[in-house]
């Protein structure tokens, strides 16, 4: 064996952030780039995460739609999704965690893959096993994040499940407590709940969502509270017993039940518990310490998604603790891509797009909860911590394209304007089916829209997108 190669760009890790920087870094182009993965080619978010915590939760909506619509709803003989089809439904969207069409796509974009850990070796070199690995242009992190789980007692011993047992879950629990209050917490309360789980949340705050506006915290845990998840706020664990717990495996239950004790006094016995607290960057056993990096945290990186002091290091998505969202990671790396390749050629990198401006206030999320939320930008509370002079537009979705998914719509929608510059910062909706809404918002603050301008962008009739003229009518 060749135990040295080399090639223009090393990327390490082959999430979806990972296979975008190497494809932009190289596109076009003769230069040579590998992607390293110690597991599997598309990441998390492939197998693990986005696709099949959508795929667990597309049919419960759907239903939900259908149910909502007179004509359509005395079709439906039962409130939950066919448990076998939905995990057969899931099995078939994560490819049951065959990633050979991820390397078909990367080799056929010119990217070779080869399979292990990495380990940085000092500058622009890895090790890969035996194999050194040199860079000759940049050396590209894109490890992702991995979930955390905090030091409650006995939490750690009880060999709890975490995102990527609630997302590939193969024992559907009787009894389930979730950890946390965040986006895995609501979507998994979501979908387990349609899988026929009886599901309590151990929350720490005093909300869900807490980055969200209040008002999608409020319409959240309303309509998990419908659906008969007792949510608990403001409390945490005390202890967790769990006698008989034991590794089964990705989406088995691990062992016997667990009676956990909250801060409160109060006890709970329940068949599984779910940790959603939170994600930490992948630096652990990195070799990072080999270039001067600290073996843990967020790899700190400016807008060119360049390590400070190393210009042939970049880190791209979860890892960078920028924004944890694939849809913000695809895009550093496309930035980042894009720099490796100008640097390359010796061009110019002062142009705004290789400058990855919009992780600062322009990231948009959409959290598939019932009811689904969709956001972009800065809330109200946020603008103001930034000193920004704010006016706030609000409206109850209440047009005919709402009315026309079913007459008990409800749904809510909030603008955040810089009072001063007269445009959008920041836009949440609140809804079934408002995810769509969202990516206006982003072209309107991105693009820096003036609101006299805006309001002459007229939506169809009827839509739901009509809540825009609800809005936008309160600015005059
Ligand atoms: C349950 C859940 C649902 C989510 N849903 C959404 C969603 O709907 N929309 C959204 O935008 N975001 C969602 N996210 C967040 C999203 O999954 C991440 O932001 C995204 O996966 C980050 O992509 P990445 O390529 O940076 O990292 P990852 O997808 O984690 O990929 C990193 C890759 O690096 C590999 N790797 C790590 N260390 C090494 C090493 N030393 N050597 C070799 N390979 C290594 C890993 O095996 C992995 O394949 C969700 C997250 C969770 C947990
Ligand atoms: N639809 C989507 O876009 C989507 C879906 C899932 C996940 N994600 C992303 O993945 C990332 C990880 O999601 P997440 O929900 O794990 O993180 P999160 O940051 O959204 O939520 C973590 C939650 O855990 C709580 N928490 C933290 N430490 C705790 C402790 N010691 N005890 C009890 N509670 C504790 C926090 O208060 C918070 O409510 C996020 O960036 C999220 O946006 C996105």
């Known amino acids: 064996m060749n135990d040295q190669v080399s090639y223009d760009v090393v990327v390490i890790g082959g999430g979806p952030v990972g296979e975008n920087a190497a494809d932009y870094a190289i596109r076009g182009s003769d230069r040579t780039a590998v992607i390293v993965e110690h597991e599997l080619v598309g990441g998390e978010c492939s197998y ?237 056993d990195l070799g990072l310490s080999s270039i001067g990096l600290e073996d843990k945290g967020p790899i700190g990186v400016d807008d060119q998604l360049t390590v400070p002091d190393h210009p042939w290091l970049y880190a791209v998505g979860d890892v960078n603790g920028r924004v944890a969202l694939t849809h913000m990671g695809k895009y550093q790396a496309r930035v980042a891509g894009k720099v490796i390749a100008a640097r390359a050629g010796n061009g110019d990198i002062d142009d705004a797009r290789y400058f990855a401006s919009s992780d600062h206030d322009a990231v948009p999320q959409v959290v598939f909860t019932r009811p689904e939320m969709a956001a972009v930008g800065l809330t109200e509370a946020q603008a103001r911590d930034r000193g920004l002079e704010v006016r706030v537009l609000e409206s109850d979705i209440s047009v005919a394209g709402s009315y026309l998914l079913g007459p008990d719509y409800s749904g809510h929608a909030k603008l955040v304007v810089d009072d001063a510059r007269g445009v959008l910062l920041g836009a949440t909706f609140v809804g079934a089916q408002t995810g769509e809404l969202v990516h206006s918002a982003t072209v309107a603050i991105v693009g820096q829209v003036p609101l006299d301008r805006l309001w002459h962008a007229v939506p169809s009739y009827p839509t739901v997108s009509e809540v825009w003229l609800r809005l936008l009518d309160q600015a005059h």
């Not at 979908?191 to 949340?201: F, I, K, N, R, S």
């Open 48 to 284: 693990w995460a986005c696709m099949p915590s959508k795929a667990l939760l597309g049919p419960g909506a759907a239903l939900e739609a259908v149910r909502a619509l007179p004509g359509a709803a005395e079709r439906v003989t039962d409130a939950r999704p066919d448990r076998d089809a939905l995990l057969a439904w899931r099995n078939t969207v994560t490819s049951s965690r065959d990633d050979s069409s991820q390397v078909e796509w990367a080799t056929g974009a010119g990217i070779d893959v080869l399979r292990g850990h990495v380990r940085l070796d000092g500058p622009r070199q890895v090790r890969v096993g035996e194999q050194l690995v040199h860079a000759r242009q940049a050396v590209v992190i894109a490890t992702g994040s991995v979930a955390t789980i905090p030091p409650n007692p006995g939490l750690r011993e009880a060999l709890p499940w975490t995102s990527r047992d609630a997302t590939n879950i193969v024992d559907v629990p009787g009894s389930l407590l979730i950890v946390g209050g965040g986006v895995v917490a609501c979507e998994a309360a979501t979908w387990l709940c349609d899988l026929g789980a009886t599901v309590t949340m151990a929350v720490r705050g005093d909300r869900l969502l807490p980055k969200t506006e209040p008002f999608v915290s409020e319409r959240v845990a309303a309509g998990l509270a419908e659906r008969g998840v007792d949510t608990r706020f403001s409390t945490t664990l005390s202890s967790v017993d769990r006698p008989d717990a034991a590794d089964t495996g990705y989406g088995r239950i691990h062992g016997g039940s667990a009676r956990v004790v909250f801060d409160d006094g109060a006890e709970l016995t329940v068949d599984e518990i779910l940790v959603a607290a939170g994600r930490s960057p992948a630096t652990a």
